[in-house]
């Protein structure tokens, strides 16, 4: 059974440039995460979705992000413009409501962003 | 705010050397406490989630354990297959997350 899918793994772009991260979910799942992770700061959550719609993007740093979820197998994370402070891996993570709680997380393997 | 806090930050043993990871939180109304496991280059790996203080759960030579304030997570005779970075991540009134900044673990041969 295919895990959390995302691409591309790596992404090297230049200050100014418009940076777009795809995910495709588990089937089945109903909600979707998108986290950053650096030294610094850890896992960071930008946003969730459940059933497609976005809950909470509290986290999202400045207007330049923006995420979107058209159907319940694909999501995208856009940065536009991207700065060199954008780099960062990117996780997109899934996972069900079981028991009234969201359960485990299933991460995909992330995007690596490099913005020069 | 809720809040998760890892120690130590990185920790080395020698295989065979049992420790523990400890894990702080504040969170208001937890409704659990989750344990991952993150490969270098990789995305974390679930492996324990914990719903109250008292609760244990153990998978090899992890054992996972929960009070009101913090929870540990004790490696018993560890092997170098073990080395990685372990997160710990709190749930509270929201469906969200929140992650500690990991403990990272090397275990030499």
């Known amino acids: 059974d295919a895990g959390v899918i995302q691409s591309p793994r790596h992404e090297v772009t230049e200050m100014g440039q418009e940076v777009t991260l795809r995910c495709k979910p588990i089937?089945?799942?109903?909600?979707l995460f998108w986290y950053r992770q650096t030294m610094m700061r850890g896992l960071e959550l930008l946003i969730y979705?459940?059933?497609?719609?976005?809950?909470?993007d509290s986290g999202m740093p400045e207007d330049r992000f923006s995420a979107k979820m058209p159907n319940a197998s694909f999501s995208t994370l856009k940065i536009q413009p991207s700065e060199p402070r954008d780099s960062a891996v990117y996780f997109c993570?899934?996972?069900?409501?079981?028991?009234?709680?969201?359960?485990?997380?299933?991460f995909g393997e992330g995007s690596r962003l490099t913005v020069l | 705010e809720d809040q998760v806090t890892q120690s130590p930050e990185a920790l080395r043993l020698q295989e065979g050397e049992s420790s523990s990871l400890n894990c702080s939180y504040t969170?208001?109304?937890?409704?659990?406490l989750f344990w991952y496991r993150q490969d270098p280059g990789k995305g974390p790996e679930f492996l324990f989630t914990?719903?109250?203080a008292g609760e244990e759960k153990e998978k090899e030579r992890l054992k996972a354990t929960l009070t009101k304030k913090e929870s540990f997570l004790h490696i018993t005779a560890p092997k170098p297959e073990d080395s990685a970075t372990y997160l710990c991540?709190?749930?509270?009134?929201?469906?969200?997350?929140?992650f500690g900044k990991g403990t990272k673990l090397t275990v030499n041969p």
């Open positions: 993570a899934s996972s069900f409501r079981q028991g009234g709680y969201t359960g485990e997380l299933f």
């Open positions: 089937s089945g799942h109903d909600y």
């Open positions: 979705f459940n059933n497609n719609v976005p809950i909470d």
């Open positions: 969170v208001s109304g937890l409704r659990g």
């Open positions: 914990l719903y109250s």
């Open positions: 991540a709190a749930q509270g009134g929201s469906e969200k997350l929140v």
